[in-house]
């Protein structure tokens, strides 16, 4: 009989505290709302924050053709394709006769002298040996060696004494080297490699294109 006593106490009481909960939480929304309302007509309520979606920059291949263009040409001062490990430094003679090119050739890649430069529309030309003999004691004779291994895609990195120009290969082909020929005069931002297949070859050479992508001073 106590048990069933305390137990209706317990119950009576926790009822009785129910309604006061609730009777304290209607009178704490009327203050609440009370309280908003003369903020808000004193504009002293803060307004949420519009949700900042970051979106990627995509900069338009004009505008990039347009900052290059605007550059001083520059002459090329080495080439770098990561895809076949190759580093090579560009000679940029002034004249086009045979022999000052061949000794040019001795020291590693040559820019054709009348070709486009970094920074300027056209077609940069660039041309090296290449050899596959198993003792070569000038490493000029392997400058370019495998670029016929590039696939596309694969990024050339082409460096004058302060900018870093960037090339992505769009073809890798064979040409005979008597009727195929190479275009000084291109639209937009080109580079072709050219080489002899093998040493002291002179019939058939692998040649790659390749377009501009970026450039960026250098070392950045």
Not at 46 to 60: D, G, L, N, Q
Not at 76 to 87: F, G, K, Q, S
Request: with cysteine; proline share 5%; aromatic share 8%.
């Amino acid at each position: 009989m106590a048990l069933v006593t305390h137990t209706v106490q317990l119950i009576r009481a926790s009822g009785r505290a129910y309604a006061k909960k609730w009777s304290f939480l209607l009178a704490f929304l009327a203050v609440f709302f009370v309280t908003f309302s003369v903020l808000a007509s004193l504009d002293l309520v803060p307004e949420t924050p519009a949700k900042i979606v970051e979106e990627p920059v995509t900069v338009p291949q004009t505008a990039l053709v347009a900052s290059v263009a605007s550059a001083t040409p520059e002459n090329p001062v080495r080439v770098e394709i990561p895809a076949i490990d190759l580093d090579v430094s560009i000679e940029n003679p002034e004249t086009t006769d045979v022999k000052t090119l061949d000794a040019a050739l001795l020291s590693g890649a040559v820019r054709y002298p009348t070709s486009a430069k970094l920074g300027e529309e056209g077609n940069v030309i660039l041309f090296g040996h290449s050899s596959y003999l198993p003792v070569v004691n000038n490493k000029a004779f392997k400058a370019f060696n495998a670029i016929q291994n590039l696939s596309e895609g694969d990024r050339i990195l082409v460096h004058s004494e302060g900018m870093t120009y960037v090339y992505a290969v769009t073809e890798v082909a064979s040409a005979d080297a008597e009727s195929a020929a190479i275009p000084l005069t291109k639209t937009g931002h080109t580079l072709t490699l050219a080489t002899c297949d093998s040493f002291g070859k002179k019939t058939d050479r692998f040649v790659v294109v390749a377009d501009l992508v970026e450039s960026y001073p250098l070392g950045s």
